[in-house]
């Protein structure tokens, strides 16, 4: 059973426009959120992080909202450019960013591609 | 610099055989963790280790075995008990108290 859904395999924007990443979650223990960055054959890289006490976590043109009710988060990025086109993964964890026996469960990824 | 080095990048078996991934940090960081991505399936957890001598198994451990002598090495090996061992796989490790995982550039396993 997959705890961390990304619906969306795949998104286009234009250039200069918002894209919106969203992530659903369904084990209500989760109380850390992460986005990673990845390109073909590396690892991924870490963009942002949001915890359950916020609602929202802004880092220049990334900015990450978290409804806890909804169990959904969604990651913006305004504006959009042409070095976003990233597989982009959403995580979640337990026990805060940091406790024991912490490990992140991932999402299948939404691939970006942000046209020129 | 610091950061994760895993090696080797591309590696090519015969069905059957064993193989070991290797994974080195110079972070300093006491947590570290495999990961294997496929097509269309995201990242999924093998194993992971909090400190050094002491690992736990992921949610797909079933086919491979770790170790963790040093805190700078968390070596991955793919038995021939692991049924579809082509994927690629992905290093990560972690300060003690930071939710954060670095990512090594990541092996992709071909066996043929």
């Known amino acids: 059973d997959q705890q961390v859904k990304q619906n969306s395999p795949s998104l286009s924007v234009q250039e200069g426009r918002i894209s919106i990443l969203n992530c659903d979650y369904t084990?209500?223990?989760?109380?850390?959120f992460l986005w990673y960055k990845k390109y073909p054959a590396e690892g991924p890289t870490f963009l942002i992080s949001?915890?359950?006490?916020?609602d929202k976590n802004e880092d220049g043109r990334f900015t990450v909202f978290l409804n806890k009710s909804a169990k959904h988060l969604s990651l913006h990025i305004v504006p959009s450019q042409p070095g976003d086109s990233a597989v982009y993964f959403c995580a979640a964890s337990t026990g805060g960013s940091g406790g024991s026996n912490y490990k992140l469960t991932f999402g299948k990824g939404t691939l970006l591609t942000v046209n020129p | 610099d610091g950061g994760i080095t895993q090696s080797p990048k591309y590696l090519f078996r015969k069905e059957g055989q064993n193989v070991t991934l290797s994974c080195e940090q110079n972070?300093?960081?006491?947590?570290m963790y495999w990961y294997r991505q496929d097509p269309g399936q995201g990242l999924r957890l093998i194993y992971y280790s909090q400190i050094v001598n002491d690992f736990q198994k992921g949610d797909i451990a079933e086919g491979y075995s770790v170790s963790r002598e040093k805190k700078e090495s968390f070596p991955l090996t793919v038995t021939s008990a692991q049924k579809n061992p082509t994927a690629f796989y992905l290093c990560?490790?972690?300060?003690?108290?930071?939710?954060?995982?670095?990512f090594g550039e990541g092996s992709r396993l071909t066996v043929l």
């Open positions: 949001i915890s359950s006490i916020k």
């Open positions: 972070l300093n960081h006491d947590a």
């Open positions: 990560a490790s972690r300060a003690g108290n930071t939710g954060e995982l670095f």
């Open positions: 084990n209500s223990m989760f109380d850390y």
